[in-house]
């Protein structure tokens, strides 16, 4: 089966009534963690993106703690891993704002992380990669906010 184009499913769901399109996002919300996760976000946190980056900073928070320090291996999976969960928050919510700020704390609890990462190139390499990407990003922001993430990006370079 081939998936509908984004364009035919919007057409499509015009034609559909408030209940039918309730009983297909608890449908969708029933098959996939992410589905579920985003309808969660959409439904009940879109509203209060500090909140809702406040959360997300916790778990990262969390995450680094329970990091296994015991071989660079276990770190180096556990560090991808907690990216990888940050990055997929950033895809819920969709602001730049909010990528910046979980990209910068991200980066700040990766540099006072131990053991250093500055032995692996390899986490450098992310470190660095991670560092380019906020700036990319923070250049298409307001001037005002332009200055203040600035300064943030340059408490974090090496």
């Known amino acids: 089966m081939k998936a509908a184009s984004v364009a035919q499913l919007k057409k499509e769901l015009k034609f559909r009534s408030s209940d039918e399109l309730e009983a297909l996002c608890?449908?969708?919300?029933?098959?996939?963690?992410?589905?579920?996760?985003?309808?969660?976000?959409?439904?009940?946190?879109?509203?209060?993106?500090?909140?809702?980056?406040?959360?997300?900073?916790e778990q990262m928070d969390e995450g680094f703690e329970a990091i296994n320090?015991?071989?660079?291996?276990?770190?180096?999976?556990?560090?991808?891993?907690i990216l990888r969960e940050t990055k997929k928050?950033?895809?819920?919510?969709?602001?730049?704002?909010?990528?910046?700020?979980?990209?910068l704390h991200f980066c700040h609890k990766l540099k006072s992380f131990s053991p250093s990462i500055k032995r692996?190139?390899?986490?450098?390499?992310?470190?660095?990669?991670?560092?380019?990407?906020?700036?990319?990003?923070?250049?298409?922001?307001?001037?005002?906010?332009q200055y203040d993430y600035a300064l943030e990006l340059e408490k974090i370079k090496y």
């Open 120 to 145: 692996s190139r390899t986490m450098m390499n992310l470190y660095d990669r991670q560092v380019a990407l906020i700036e990319k990003k923070v250049l298409g922001l307001h001037e005002d906010l």
């Open 26 to 57: 608890l449908r969708l919300a029933r098959f996939k963690k992410e589905n579920k996760e985003l309808l969660t976000y959409l439904l009940f946190e879109s509203e209060d993106e500090a909140g809702y980056v406040d959360t997300v900073k």
């Open 89 to 103: 928050y950033i895809r819920y919510s969709n602001h730049k704002e909010t990528e910046i700020e979980l990209l």
């Open 69 to 81: 320090t015991t071989s660079f291996y276990y770190v180096k999976k556990s560090i991808r891993k």
